[in-house]
């Protein structure tokens, strides 16, 4: 795997472990920055994927957007749409004091959703 696009994996994973840490051990759980590192997480790995395939990324937070030049690629990348619109309004809204509520279980799911993102990925650039 090339150096680039394993730094961006690492990046990814970095985020979900720090998302995982935070809904483990904190109390109360910060779940808007739970589910920012788990929007991040899935950016990274979208993007690394990009270069993977010899595609620049586009500098964009849209995981809907970046999901959609992957499937460009690899049609198989619907199997992941859900799971990116999911976890695309935690971009930027969750880091500032706006109209977002997030719950438990929305932290719960944004985590499982970004773990899908990362191994579904992970198995494509193996």
């Keep these: 795997m090339d150096d680039l ?3 961006w994996i ?3 994973e970095t985020d979900l472990a720090a998302a995982k840490h935070l809904y483990d051990s904190m109390r109360p759980k910060p779940l808007e920055i739970i589910c920012y590192h788990c929007q991040q997480s899935a950016e990274k790995v979208l993007k690394g994927f990009l270069i993977y395939s010899g595609v620049k990324p586009t500098k964009t937070h849209d995981l809907e957007f970046l999901r959609n030049e992957c499937e460009q690629i690899d049609n ?3 199997e992941i749409a859900n799971n990116c619109a ?4 935690y971009s930027s809204q969750p880091r500032y004091p706006m109209e977002i509520e997030i719950n438990d279980a929305d932290s719960a799911s944004a985590l499982e959703d970004s773990e899908k993102i990362i191994k579904f990925i992970k198995e494509k650039i193996k």
């Design 10 to 12: 690492k990046f990814s």
């Design 76 to 78: 198989s990348f619907v």
């Design 5 to 7: 696009v394993a730094e």
């Design 86 to 89: 999911n976890l695309n309004d």
